[in-house]
């Protein structure tokens, strides 16, 4: 099917077309920049609805903390104005784009926030989620909402600013978005530890999260995803890499480089790395496509961190290799694309009370598979409540997020 | 009394003692109170203007029981209100006269802790406290620390969203929540998320926390927990208006600086404060800063420079640095005896929250002035000036006649200020029944309808905790039509798009 594009230039033509499309009960595909299209199931809509004419910084009031724009402008556009004022996006939003086969720098605030993606120093500085302080939605019903406001502190009414977090555009079109922003770092340092097994780094991660250094990441990439690393240090050790990060004034990461090598150096032999090398290192981890390789399907474990040793060493049973990023709560791997292999994924995030998502698959697969992990009745059944309260006619990405729904 | 409430329902109130006799075979009968002084001990929450006895009170002590205690006013056509300790300041536990309140005060064990994934599992009844006391030998806390800690229920917490003296660094409690099990009118429990980051699916977390009672009766709750830091310091900054101390906050912040807690105090409150506590506070200010700064020593040493610098190029008159953690703990002292200092200088206080843009503080405090002068009432302010929330405490006398009733019209004439500038209603206390009837000054109709979509989602027949957040209550059969006509679409051309 063809979609046809409809490209509105400001929030009211959203709500207008909506209305439009909830009258005629015709389902419409949501579009930011499309970088994730090729994630979650394939929606089949006869519009296509390009919201790239909503873009743009509205407002950046650096000593209130706070940034509002329109939903699809850049993170690239809104990282570098932060820049300027020495500040950032705390929760590091990933570029998932060449992950799934698009160009990279192209993600928008909106898309991020509407499938609720962090990066590395999700671990220390939450998710985006706890970022996003309002939103001005259009709703299935073809009315303009809004949420929250532009204060951090706000407990007024239902927080429907978190739930379009991670709603990947099946409940309201954002259209405007103020996320929290904070100041960038000074200097950032990361200890590496060469050679722990999955089950010793996850010891070593916890460790160093559960010490007063103030880690702002920390990761493990086995020796064959580490051996895919461009950073020297990593990719030609011919080892397993623990990584932990550090940030802040310069004075005070070197004091916690310094605490935490000397903690770290009872797990195994330590090593720095600085500036460069160091942000391209967590560049990779944060952007999956440098470490997981060309996998056919790509899986995204959510567990407890202190399991992350024990899953990735069930998923090697299973020629499932991967990494492990949020101190071991968080794996990333690359899978054989069979039904078998998917449900033995699933089977290890069920196993440790986790969930696994489908990232990246040929259709075949997410034919047979559900990209989201399966839920209990009674909350797909609220879900589905909710999900009617926002778009009755079922028209906003219709199966995004589960086929049939 | 100048609330409205919703119309009790006559046939609830004709059919009490079936009613009763059906929850006694559910809870064992301790746990259920129906007589007139039993029932008085739960006739409001902290907002103690607003009182009402309920149909009873019942304490269960197990999820099935919540269960079946749900199930039975679903089908009786009974409403609930759930309590937790009592501490909220917004009266989202005051009773309704055909309802049940829902005590889960027995809920008070600790159900796990765990180390390894820095998490610990509580029912909703433990203490906020108690959570940080509970992992404090193992060298970690619970960060949200609301001032009520000692009583307030982590549950309550959930409910309200609660925040305290440590947020604009650590985040208010959806920012510290893990995992939720919860149950719904119909009687259903669910859980959401666990030990892991992020739950899956719609962020029923987030839509449950701070939903006031109103979506569900929480039952369990993991939070994180986090490592203590190596070291705290603290400054006490005082300025001669509150202009430069306001100026010192956005230069703090603006330099790069995230405090683990920048409190503000206005002249008033700090001659309340240290006529009661004796903390040594400087009493020629106009406006009293305290910073908190935690982490490495090196790094709290040299922030602590850097605040001290801003501080005097704003022309602090005090700058006083903690050289120990008793001059610290002095420093707090004086702010966080505010309230019973206030309950000293006068017989009752209102406690007001809102929160603005850090930005327009000293006009929000000018204007605040005149709103005083104006309804005949004084205020004393202390604010949460890292994260713009302002708890101006109004002081009147209950006993004497019209003095609640002016209270009420300056409390409302604050928040609607704090909104004109950019606000919101509430920071961290919730709206309940005290900030209800202003919703529409932050929201459109069309906004707290779909607000209530979410309601129906939960609790379709709106039994949980009526009238309190939503001035106007809709039907959900109501609020599921789309207003439609086919005749009049916007849209009969497309391509124009």
Redesign the interface.
């Known amino acids: 099917m063809t979609a046809?594009t409809?490209?509105?230039g400001d929030a009211a033509?959203v709500r207008?077309?909506l209305?439009?499309a909830?009258?005629?009960k015709a389902p419409v595909e949501i579009v930011g920049a499309g970088t994730k299209r090729a994630f979650g199931h394939a929606v089949e809509a006869g519009y296509r609805l390009d919201l790239s004419g909503l873009s743009g910084v509205v407002d950046h009031?650096?000593?209130?903390?706070?940034l509002t724009a329109r939903a699809a402008t850049p993170i690239a556009e809104i990282e570098a104005l932060l820049r300027q004022?020495?500040q950032r996006l705390a929760f590091e939003p990933p570029d998932l784009g060449p992950l799934l086969g698009e160009a990279a720098g192209r993600a928008t605030l909106g898309g991020i926030l509407a499938c609720?993606l962090?990066g590395p120093r999700?671990?220390r500085a939450?998710?985006a989620?706890?970022h996003a302080l309002g939103v001005e939605v259009a709703?299935g019903?073809?009315?303009?909402?809004?949420?929250g406001?532009?204060?951090?502190?706000?407990?007024?009414?239902?927080?429907?600013?978190?739930?379009m977090?991670?709603?990947w555009g099946t409940?309201g079109v954002l259209t405007r978005v103020s996320v929290k922003v904070?100041?960038?770092a000074?200097k950032t340092r990361t200890v590496l530890v060469a050679g722990l097994s999955p089950g010793e780094a996850c010891d070593a991660m916890?460790a160093a999260?559960?010490?007063?250094?103030?880690a702002t990441a920390a990761a493990h990439v086995p020796e064959a995803a580490a051996a895919r690393s461009s950073v020297a240090y990593v990719g030609g050790a011919g080892a397993s890499a623990t990584a932990v990060r550090v940030e802040?004034?310069p004075?005070?990461v070197?004091?916690?480089t310094e605490?935490l090598r000397g903690l770290l150096s009872a797990h195994g032999a330590v090593e720095e790395l600085h500036g460069h090398n160091s942000g391209r290192f967590w560049r990779e981890i944060r952007d999956v496509a440098g470490p997981i390789g060309d996998a056919d399907a790509v899986w995204r474990l959510?567990?407890?961190?202190?399991s992350g040793g024990a899953v990735l060493d069930g998923l090697a049973e299973h020629g499932v290799e991967g990494y492990l990023d949020?101190g071991g709560?968080?794996v990333w791997c690359g899978a054989p694309a069979t039904r078998a292999v998917s449900a033995a994924v699933r089977a290890q995030a069920d196993a440790h009370?986790?969930?696994a998502?489908l990232v990246r698959a040929p259709g075949a697969l997410k034919e047979a598979v559900p990209v989201?992990?399966p839920?209990?009745a009674?909350?797909?059944a609220?879900?589905r409540?909710?999900g009617?309260?926002?778009d009755?006619?079922g028209i906003l990405n219709p199966g995004r997020?589960a086929r049939g729904a | 009394m100048t609330l409205a409430m919703p119309k009790p329902d006559d046939r609830v109130l004709e059919n009490r003692d079936s009613f009763l006799g059906a929850l006694a075979a559910i809870v064992p009968a301790d746990n259920l109170i129906a007589d007139p002084v039993g029932l008085k001990t739960y006739e409001c929450d902290a907002l103690s203007a607003y009182r009402a006895l309920p149909l009873a009170v019942v304490l269960p002590e197990t999820v099935g029981e919540v269960s079946e205690v749900l199930k039975l006013c679903l089908e009786h056509g009974v409403k609930v209100v759930p309590r937790g300790s009592g501490t909220g300041l917004s009266g989202g536990a005051l009773p309704l006269v055909d309802g049940i309140l829902l005590g889960l005060g027995k809920f008070n064990r600790i159900l796990e802790i765990d180390y390894p994934n820095r998490c610990v599992t509580v029912q909703p009844g433990v203490t906020n406290l108690a959570v940080s006391q509970a992992v404090s030998a193992a060298g970690f806390y619970y960060a949200p620390d609301p001032s009520s800690q000692i009583a307030c229920s982590i549950g309550g917490n959930v409910a309200e969203n609660s925040g305290g003296v440590h947020c604009l660094k650590y985040g208010v409690t959806t920012n510290n929540l893990l995992g939720l099990e919860v149950v719904l009118m119909n009687g259903d429990a669910v859980r959401v998320g666990g030990k892991h980051m992020d739950p899956d699916g719609y962020d029923l977390l987030g839509v449950l926390t701070g939903s006031e009672g109103l979506l569900g009766v929480i039952t369990e709750v993991t939070v994180r927990i986090l490592p203590k830091p190596d070291s705290v310091g603290a400054l006490l900054l005082g300025f001669a208006d509150l202009a430069s101390a306001g100026d010192c906050v956005a230069r703090i912040i603006a330099d790069g600086v995230i405090p683990a807690g920048l409190e503000m105090m206005d002249r008033s409150a700090v001659r309340a404060t240290e006529d009661y506590s004796k903390a040594g506070y400087p009493l020629d200010v106009e406006a009293l800063l305290i910073c908190e700064l935690d982490g490495p020593e090196a790094e709290v040493a040299e922030l602590s420079e850097r605040v001290e610098a801003i501080a005097r190029a704003c022309r602090a008159t005090t700058v006083r640095r903690a050289r120990s953690e008793d001059e610290r703990q002095r420093f707090w002292l004086g702010r966080k005896s505010a309230f019973p200092a206030v309950g000293k200088i006068s017989p009752d206080y209102y406690c007001i929250d809102g929160t603005i843009p850090r930005g327009r503080l000293s006009e929000v405090l000018t204007r605040l002035d005149a709103l005083s002068e104006k309804h005949g009432l004084g205020v004393v302010n202390v604010f949460h000036a890292g994260d713009g929330n302002l708890h101006p405490l109004i002081m009147y006398d209950a006993a004497r006649d019209g003095d609640l009733e002016k209270a009420e019209a300056l409390a409302a004439d604050i928040l609607t200020l704090c909104v004109e500038v950019g606000g919101v209603l509430s920071g961290e206390h919730g709206i309940g029944v005290e900030k209800r009837d202003l919703m529409g000054t932050m929201f459109t109709a069309a906004d707290l309808k779909q607000q209530q979509r979410v309601k129906c989602a939960f609790d379709p027949d709106g039994l949980l905790n009526p009238g309190k957040v939503f001035p106007v209550l809709h039907r959900c059969a109501e609020l599921g039509h789309m207003h439609v006509h086919k005749g009049d679409l916007p849209f009969p051309d497309l391509p124009r798009f």
């Open positions: 046809q409809v490209r509105p033509a207008e077309f209305a439009w909830a009258a005629g009031e650096p000593a209130e903390l706070v004022s020495g609720n962090s999700r671990v939450g998710a989620r706890d709703t019903r073809g009315e303009l909402i809004k949420s406001g532009r204060v951090v502190k706000n407990v007024s009414g239902y927080d429907l600013t978190k739930l977090c991670g709603s409940l904070l100041p960038a000074e916890g999260l559960a010490s007063p250094h103030e802040g004034p004075v005070s070197a004091a916690r605490a959510h567990i407890p961190p202190a949020w709560g968080l009370g986790g969930h998502t989201f992990h839920q209990p009674g909350r797909a609220l879900g409540r909710i009617d309260g926002f009755p006619a997020m």
